[in-house]
């Protein structure tokens, strides 16, 4: 017997308790016969005006927990919708965070912002990218780093200097539809937005329209990653070319 409400996929979903926009954006893009399952990391709301180092090492041991929270309902993936650890010791190090993700989750398939968004771009045959961040210029640097170090050309890095977890859920579509137009070029392939609590899932559709370009936003990337990996081939109209034409 399969489960009931999620018969073709259970997706499970890590996010750090300060983030309440992953959840909403992710379940807004469920196709049907998919169930969402949502676990929380057990975290405060850390200032980011000086450093996220603390905020990182933080994170590590209650995304584990957060991972095993959800394992028990048999999830047939994870996505894990928290940025910073993933980008902050470099590329050379994700497959060993990859690797602790999957232990932690009993050995089922698990989807992460760098292995979703290069799978996405090579969708696209982009290799110069503008980034938006929602950190502030330390943060701004590690993800720059990350992606130079994976062969991509950064054109720009605009970050939404967010001053805690928390408040970057404050971030409105406004400020953001004005973002992507300060960080866009003629020179620009695609944008791609780093961090799940910022709420860009409808924004990033639309801006595509008048960009002309992919505009991958994180939580829409993840999920799209998730289904993709796991079989579910539907297109989802609203989010963008990511989820209607790939």
């Not at 095993?68 to 894990?80: F, L, Y």
């Not at 497959?95 to 771009?121: F, H, Q, R, W, Y």
Request: hydrophobic share 35%; charged share 20%.
């Amino acid at each position: 017997m399969t489960d009931s409400l999620g018969p073709r996929l259970k997706v499970g979903v890590v996010v750090p308790a300060t983030n309440t926009s992953a959840q909403p954006e992710m379940e807004a893009m469920r196709p049907v016969g998919v169930t969402n399952h949502t676990g929380r990391m057990p975290t405060a709301d850390t200032s980011l005006t000086a450093s996220i180092d603390n905020l990182v090492d933080s994170y590590r041991e209650s995304t584990h927990k957060a991972i095993g929270s959800i394992v028990p309902c048999k999830p047939d993936c994870v996505v894990i919708g928290f940025s910073p650890e993933i980008y902050w010791d470099g590329p050379d190090s994700h497959a060993g965070v990859l690797a602790s993700m999957k232990e932690a989750a009993d050995g089922i398939p698990v989807s992460m912002s760098p292995d979703a968004v290069n799978t996405a771009l090579a969708c696209y045959g982009a290799r110069r990218i503008a980034v938006i961040t929602p950190y502030l210029p330390v943060g701004d640097d590690t993800v720059t780093r990350f992606f130079t170090d994976s062969g991509y050309d950064v054109v720009k890095v605009q970050g939404l200097g967010c001053s805690s977890p928390e408040k970057i859920s404050h971030v409105s579509e406004a400020e953001l539809r004005h973002t992507v137009k300060e960080i866009d070029s003629r020179d620009v392939e695609a944008i791609v937005q780093i961090g799940t609590n910022v709420a860009m899932a409808r924004v990033a559709a639309t801006a595509e329209e008048w960009t002309g370009k992919p505009v991958i936003t994180n939580n829409t990337v993840l999920y799209w990653h998730a289904l993709r990996q796991n079989g579910i081939t539907d297109r989802v109209p609203g989010f963008g070319s990511l989820l209607t034409e790939h």
